[in-house]
């Protein structure tokens, strides 16, 4: 029954977000926002918002592993494992602003996340913080984005106009049945996954870096795979930064807005995070090493993740 519950609600919530990052793209496009800061704060925002609905129902219902194991497991997942996918398929390429403003950004937000953690807890003032860094970001990028012009391939004006084209109530619909999608499959993935993790007696923490974070970030995968199709690797790359400050200064923060978070598992900020802010490192290398990470590093990424998946069985043995 639980995996059951497991499988459901991740199913549910890889549907629903989906309709919520078409939905919430297609309107950010009919406000004329640039597909780079689509990517970094719409879609973003949109393939985040399974991570939102875990950590804020774990951490409410008295589960603090699950809420902050999900943010850390998701962002290693989505450098590691759907960027080095994504780089091991298509070879993508980097903008300059992904590497200038949005990679410094997520690193700031990695590091003072590690700072606020360090005493074993995350509170209202402390949540406050990251998102008013938020709303600055994301007010900054869209003004930028107003002023200055990108440049766009006559194949990038299409995706930009069959997506800014679609009504506002198909819109309106994408959106409201997402958010409902979304709610319901949170519900059912934190309750699957406390499930299994009492039965097998293994930590709510394991459960949450691995599994939970992994089912969390195929909406990034899946969104990342499509634009790089689409030949919108601003899209593709913005998104997994992108998501990734989300879930720091976003999701961190309306949590925390909530509840204190308090209690988890000593062996997060023994390892887990470091391996966050390694891989965050390295990552940055490959994009300014060649201004695009290739096949070759992708493999790489997936190799660490890899690895990192192992060392938590082999804790486990």
Wanted: with cysteine.
């Amino acid at each position: 029954m639980n995996f059951l519950l497991l499988l459901g609600g991740l199913a549910i919530l890889l549907i629903a977000g989906e309709l919520l990052v078409r939905g919430a793209t297609a309107l950010a496009l009919r406000f004329k926002i640039s597909t780079l800061v689509v990517g970094v704060t719409v879609v973003s925002f949109g393939t985040s918002a399974p991570e939102l609905v875990i950590s804020l129902k774990a951490a409410l219902t008295g589960h603090p592993d699950i809420s902050i194991g999900n943010i850390i497991g998701s962002n290693i997942a989505n450098l590691a494992l759907v960027l080095g996918l994504t780089a091991a398929i298509f070879h993508i390429n980097v903008s300059k602003n992904s590497i200038k403003i949005d990679w410094p950004v997520m690193m700031i937000a990695s590091l003072v996340f590690t700072w606020f953690i360090w005493d074993g807890s995350l509170v209202m003032w402390e949540g406050i913080v990251f998102l008013a860094a938020l709303t600055v970001f994301v007010t900054w990028l869209i003004r930028k984005s107003r002023k200055d012009e990108i440049a766009r391939a006559d194949d990038q004006k299409k995706f930009i106009e069959d997506q800014s084209h679609s009504s506002i109530p198909k819109i309106s619909a994408y959106i409201i049945v997402g958010c409902i999608g979304l709610a319901f499959g949170a519900e059912w993935l934190v309750q699957g996954a406390i499930g299994i993790a009492e039965s097998m007696g293994i930590s709510e923490a394991v459960i949450s870096l691995t599994v939970i974070a992994f089912g969390t970030s195929v909406p990034e995968l899946a969104t990342s795979i499509i634009a790089l199709v689409k030949k919108e690797s601003d899209i593709s790359i913005g998104n997994l930064i992108g998501s990734n400050i989300f879930n720091i200064l976003g999701i961190l923060g309306i949590t925390a807005l909530f509840t204190e978070i308090s209690g988890f598992d000593p062996r997060i900020l023994n390892y887990d995070i470091w391996v966050m802010l390694g891989i965050s490192f390295i990552t940055v290398v490959f994009m300014i090493s060649h201004q695009q990470v290739r096949r070759s590093e992708g493999i790489v990424l997936v190799a660490l993740y890899v690895g990192y998946i192992v060392s938590i069985a082999f804790n486990l043995i």
